[in-house]
């Protein structure tokens, strides 16, 4: 899924991902499903680490976990008895911008000589790299419950390995209008930052609403609801790319996946063609 370069950080070492991870075989799949996850902490960003053990210790059900040190990391990934849950940043060879973002992870321990080459069994945009963790945080919980049920999904139809599995979820697109949108005002582009805005182009449930409010939402799992997971870079920047995900609070289902090159015509944020998108259906 994603492009080019990834950088895995751990200890002062990077690791650099010169292609893209492969999708793991039937076999493999049969492995996570028996691993324990190890939850790689990242030193010296504690608040990542409480976030992430927060979420997992709430939400990750499908195997036993243990949360591991990096420097245990290259101990570990050789052994498939042990799945991984980690934190990548990755950079984009057409990005003007030179944004890195960071990635979480789900990788299926195997003994090959390059991080590269671990199966990988999902991997979702977080945030930029450098972000403030508690501007994330909050939406931890509602993204590795989409992995852990990915990952279930694959594991009872391995043929889905070979999809472009975030695009695979547009599929799910004619039932969003059958559901409410929880969306920060950050996250919207000009063009639809105002709710008159967005009633001029997408007639179905949508709110503008507060952090605190997607937060209840996922909490209490409430229904028919959908939450925007929007990545792209920091500031008024007419480059680089924007990541846009609707979650499910109460299925965890992916129902949107998209992505767009920021310039002047598109801007950082949820456009209006994403919402075009959303209500032809």
């Known amino acids: 899924m994603k492009k ?15 292609a893209q991870a492969p999708f793991p075989a039937g076999e493999e799949i049969k492995q996570f499903i028996a691993s324990k996850t190890c939850v790689v902490l990242e030193d010296g960003n504690p608040v990542y680490n409480t976030y992430i053990s927060k979420a997992i210790k709430e939400y990750w059900k499908i195997t036993p976990f243990e949360f591991i040190k990096a ?3 290259n101990l570990k990934r050789s052994d498939p008895s042990f ?103 950050e996250d919207l582009s000009p063009g639809i930052n105002t ?8 007639k179905y449930g949508i709110e503008i609403v507060p952090e605190g409010a997607i937060v209840k939402a996922i909490q209490d799992k409430a229904p028919n609801t959908l939450v925007l997971h929007k990545v792209g870079p920091v500031g008024d920047l007419y480059s680089g790319y924007c990541f846009k995900m609707l979650i499910g609070t109460d299925d965890s289902n992916m129902y949107y996946y998209n992505q767009h090159t920021i310039d002047k015509v598109n801007p950082n944020g949820l456009l209006p063609a994403d919402l075009k998108r959303l209500g032809r259906f």
Not at 4 to 18: D, E, K, M, N
Not at 96 to 102: A, I, M, R, W
Not at 167 to 173: E, G, L, Q, T, V
Not at 195 to 202: G, Q, V
């Open 71 to 73: 420097s245990d990391f």
């Open 4 to 18: 080019l370069a990834s950088v895995i950080i751990f200890f002062a070492s990077s690791f650099l991902l010169s």
């Open 195 to 202: 709710i008159d805005k967005i009633r001029a182009l997408y």
């Open 83 to 185: 799945s991984f849950i980690i934190l990548t940043e990755t950079s984009f060879e057409n990005d003007k911008s030179n944004s890195v973002f960071n990635f979480i992870n789900l990788l299926q321990g195997k003994d090959v000589p390059e991080l590269g080459q671990m199966p990988e069994i999902c991997a979702v945009p977080l945030s930029i790299a450098g972000e403030d963790d508690m501007e994330y945080g909050y939406k931890l919980g509602a993204i590795l419950a989409f992995m852990q049920k990915h990952a279930g999904m694959i594991s009872e139809d391995p043929s889905l390995t070979g999809r472009r599995y975030l695009k695979y979820y547009n599929k799910n697109i004619p039932e969003v209008k059958g559901r409410n949108i929880l969306v920060k005002q």
